[in-house]
């Protein structure tokens, strides 16, 4: 049952990535990218980790993505310029799609290599070992006191990225 | 249960998407949702990994990535705009002032 769960939520996630950077206009990319994070989130309820299935879905989808929609209508350019002349015969051509494609299946080659010389790690279905892992009360415990510090710093970047994009957004810079 | 192995390739297949994605895009939007998808496939190798140690230390940086990635995208999509104000395009090709 997990396993063809994984390969759901893997199929979705992967094929709305897919769909993300395989078509031009900003807006769908943007709502392919919501779908995305949908199985990703399932995936995340598949290794016991409710918490972060859910961050995923409000702050993700919820806000980031809502934000990146606000900047494409106001932006208002439905889709992106097509290339001139030479990149226009798909991902073989000369030009930096052949470039792109090449450094995916290099990298996709790397990883698979490494992973398929990497003994099976079965993950632990135990129930005490589920229960602690997707457990918020010692996700809290932990972010607060063993991680308190980087907790403090990230508020402290969020608020110099808060006063940035309101600087950068200004009319006159 | 799908092993570690499962979602590790998954997480590979997801970072080289979104690779592929900043170079194949001339979309300053969408090289920043290619962004996104990378810092997404690395979330879910360290919850995975997480898991399987029977840590919630996974979820924890993972919750973080989500903060950074959450600022980058308002610093980022600030800057779009004031590009889009300056030369009215979204192609990254239009951005050369720094080049020689």
Redesign the interface.
């Known amino acids: 049952m997990d396993v063809v769960l994984f390969y759901l939520f893997g199929a979705v996630t992967v094929g709305a990535s897919l769909a993300v950077i395989g078509q031009r206009s900003p807006l769908r990319s943007v709502l392919w990218l919501i779908a995305s994070f949908l199985g990703l989130s399932g995936l995340y309820v598949l290794l016991d980790s409710p918490f972060t299935a859910v961050t995923q879905i409000i702050v993700y989808a919820g806000a980031i993505m809502v934000l990146f929609l606000f900047v494409v209508m106001l932006v208002n350019r439905p889709r992106e310029e097509a290339l001139a002349d030479h990149a226009r015969n798909g991902l073989l051509a000369k030009g930096p799609r052949r470039s792109a494609a090449a450094l995916a299946v290099a990298f996709l080659a790397l990883v698979g290599w490494a992973i398929a010389r990497t003994p099976e790690r079965p993950i632990i279905a135990e129930a005490a070992v589920a229960d602690h892992v997707s457990s918020v009360a010692q996700i809290g415990r932990e972010l607060f006191t063993t991680h308190g510090f980087a907790f403090e710093v990230t508020s402290v970047l969020i608020l110099v990225a808060m006063v940035g994009a309101v600087v950068l957004a200004k009319r006159v810079l | 249960?799908?092993?570690?192995?499962?979602?590790?390739?998954?997480s590979?297949?997801?970072?080289?998407?979104?690779?592929?994605?900043?170079?194949?895009?001339?979309?300053v939007?969408?090289m920043?949702?290619?962004i996104?998808?990378m810092l997404?496939a690395v979330?879910?190798t360290f919850?995975?990994v997480?898991?399987?140690l029977?840590?919630?230390?996974?979820?924890?940086i993972?919750?973080?990535v989500?903060?950074?990635?959450?600022?980058?995208?308002?610093?980022g999509?600030?800057?779009?705009?004031?590009l889009?104000?300056q030369r009215e395009?979204?192609?990254p090709d239009a951005f050369t002032s720094l080049k020689w």
């Open positions: 249960m799908p092993s570690l192995n499962h979602f590790l390739l998954l590979g297949v997801l970072f080289a998407i979104g690779t592929t994605g900043v170079f194949l895009r001339r979309n939007i969408t920043l949702l290619s996104e998808i997404n979330n879910l919850v995975a997480g898991r399987t029977g840590s919630v230390e996974g979820q924890i993972a919750f973080f989500m903060a950074v990635a959450a600022a980058e995208a308002a610093v999509l600030a800057i779009v705009i004031q889009f104000r395009t979204l192609n």
